[in-house]
Each structure stands twice: as structure tokens, then as C-alpha cells.
T-cell receptor, first 112, second 114 residues
Framework: QKEVEQDPGPLSVPEGAIVSLNCTYS??????FMWYRQYSRKGPELLMY????GNKEDGRFTAQVDKSSKYISLFIRDSQPSDSATYLC????????????FGAGTRLFVKA | GAVVSQHPSWVICKSGTSVKIECRSL??????MFWYRQFPKQSLMLMAT?????????EQGVEKDKFLINHASLTLSTLTVTSAHPEDSSFYIC??????????FGQGTRLTVV
């Protein structure tokens, strides 16, 4: 079993839709949870960062962490064609030398 | 957010030559940096963890002598692909973690070995 599971998609939605992206994980030591967006041939860009459980909202993006279920989500409201990219969830157990473990990434296509 | 700069963004080299990729944290000190490799349409594969002032820690299956990592200062880590071959062609990405826990990535380097 992988430490982090993420459906690779692709996920195709119409413009304006609400997008829900999810990851599950097995390591209960994970405390830091991140979502990255990666456009083709570019490095990943940090979108959201959450420590421990709870929700965090930033503009059209909302990140949720449920540590009891080992489940994290990223919601994108009013999706735009420019949101078309690969979204990677990532998590780590702590700071310093703790490795960041990535999901496989979900490819999202938002159709105009 | 914090800025991590990676250079070059792309490089083409002849088979058998060596290529050096730099990763710099511009506005923070990074005691630990990470090097990843990414094949088309695949996720990031951690190659090694680079620690300032000490030897890098390599993931299983990654050849230490082929992928030389040097983390000489708190703001610079380098990855040298030695005796590169076409199968080494890939997208190499570095990241550095700020004290608060978030990891920021460089722009990536597309290496093509011909």
C-alpha cells in the first residue's frame, strides 16, 4: 500500500463547476499537508498548506484535512480553464529533514 | 511564498558528459533540500535529500556515484549528473523546506541527453 493515494484522473469538468480533489494516506504521523499545482513542463507551485486538521480557504480554493479518516481534500470553486493542470497532494511528518511524500497527481481539465 | 531558484531551466548535453544543476533558496536558509525526478505524466520521484554540511541521503535505487549532490551552503545545493546517458533525460526538480514546514519548488530543469 502506498503511503499516499491519489486518483490520477483525468478529471474533466465544465467551466464554473466545483472541483473536488482528494487524497488518502496511511501514516498517522503526517502533520503537514500541502496541495501543489503543476502546469506542463513547470515545477510544482504551492497552493495550500495546512498544519494538522481543519479547513483553510484562500480565494476559490479550500483545503480540508480530516486526520481521523486520514483524508484530505482540495475544493476549487468557479473553476476556470486556467485551472487546468495537475494537482498533487503532499504531506510530511515534520520540519527539517522529514521527507515530503507526494500523491500521484490528478490531471484536471476545465472546459470553456 | 518563499522563492527557490533552479538553474538552468533546460539543458541539452552529449552522452558521456556531466551536467550540473543548481538550486538556490533566495530569501531563506534551507538546511535541507530535496531533489526529485519526474518522467512525463508521472509524479515526482524523490531521488535524494541534501543536507547542508553533510552527505546526501539517497533513495533506494538511486546511484550515488551518478547523481552527485553537494549542499555547500544554506542557500545552495547542486546536483551533478555524471556521464549522462539518454535514459537520464528527464525533468529534475529541487525543493527546499522553510522552517514552518512548507516545501517550495524550483522551476525544474529539463535535461536532454543526445
Amino acid at each position: 500500500q502506498k503511503e499516499v493515494e491519489q486518483d490520477p484522473g483525468p478529471l474533466s469538468v465544465p467551466e464554473g463547476a466545483i472541483v473536488s480533489l482528494n487524497c488518502t494516506y496511511s501514516n498517522s504521523a503526517f502533520q503537514y499537508f500541502m496541495w501543489y499545482r503543476q502546469y506542463s513542463r513547470k515545477g510544482p507551485e504551492l497552493l495550500m498548506y495546512t498544519y494538522s486538521s481543519g479547513n483553510k480557504e484562500d480565494g476559490r480554493f479550500t483545503a480540508q484535512v480530516d486526520k481521523s479518516s486520514k483524508y484530505i481534500s482540495l475544493f476549487i470553486r468557479d473553476s476556470q480553464p486556467s485551472d487546468s493542470a495537475t494537482y498533487l497532494c503532499a504531506m510530511s511528518a515534520g520540519t527539517g529533514g522529514f521527507k515530503t511524500i507526494f500523491g500521484a497527481g490528478t490531471r484536471l481539465f476545465v472546459k470553456a | 511564498g518563499a522563492v527557490v531558484s533552479q538553474h538552468p531551466s533546460w539543458v541539452i548535453c552529449k552522452s558521456g558528459t556531466s551536467v550540473k544543476i543548481e538550486c538556490r533558496s533566495l530569501d531563506f536558509q534551507a538546511t535541507t533540500m530535496f531533489w526529485y525526478r519526474q518522467f512525463p505524466k508521472q509524479s515526482l520521484m524523490l531521488m535524494a535529500t541534501s543536507n547542508e554540511g553533510s552527505k546526501a541521503t539517497y533513495e533506494q535505487g538511486v546511484e550515488k556515484d551518478k547523481f552527485l549532490i553537494n549542499h555547500a551552503s544554506l542557500t545552495l545545493s547542486t546536483l551533478t549528473v555524471t556521464s549522462a546517458h539518454p535514459e537520464d533525460s528527464s525533468f529534475y526538480i529541487c525543493s527546499a523546506r522553510v522552517p514552518q514546514g512548507q516545501a517550495f519548488f524550483g522551476q525544474g530543469t529539463r535535461l536532454t541527453v543526445v
